[in-house]
């Protein structure tokens, strides 16, 4: 499974991103894809995640700010970010596991992205 990330960038305070990861390759075997973002000098988190039949979790810091989506015609999973705060500032990244529900447990996740900047 290949997964590539684009949307990140800079944006100010208050402001929204979109950020995209399209998976290619054995993606029938994917039942769980998250989100996750590491800033400089912490730990890697878990934002967001998305099991196949959409049912979703949310780290505290982003509900009703984030919301992901996947659109598996497309093979694309989607993290929308509204009213970014400056904390937001991280590196992201996308995740695809086989398990479904492992959502924020990073070590369960086989494939990961480059990752994507985004400065608030």
């Known amino acids: 499974v290949q997964l590539v990330e684009s949307g990140g960038g800079s944006v100010q305070a208050g402001g929204s991103l979109r950020l995209s990861c399209a998976f290619s390759g054995y993606t029938y075997s994917i039942n769980c894809m998250g989100w996750f973002r590491q800033a400089p000098g912490k730990e890697r988190e878990g934002v967001a995640a998305i099991n196949r039949d959409g049912t979703t979790s949310y780290a505290d810091s982003v509900k009703g700010r984030f919301t992901v989506s996947l659109d598996n015609a497309k093979s694309v999973m989607y993290l929308e970010m509204n009213a970014l705060k400056r904390e937001d500032t991280a590196v992201y990244y996308c995740?695809?596991?086989?398990?479904?529900?492992?959502?924020?447990?990073?070590?369960?996740?086989?494939?990961w992205s480059q990752g994507t900047q985004v400065t608030v």
């Open positions: 995740a695809a596991g086989t398990v479904k529900g492992v959502w924020f447990r990073a070590s369960d996740y086989p494939y």
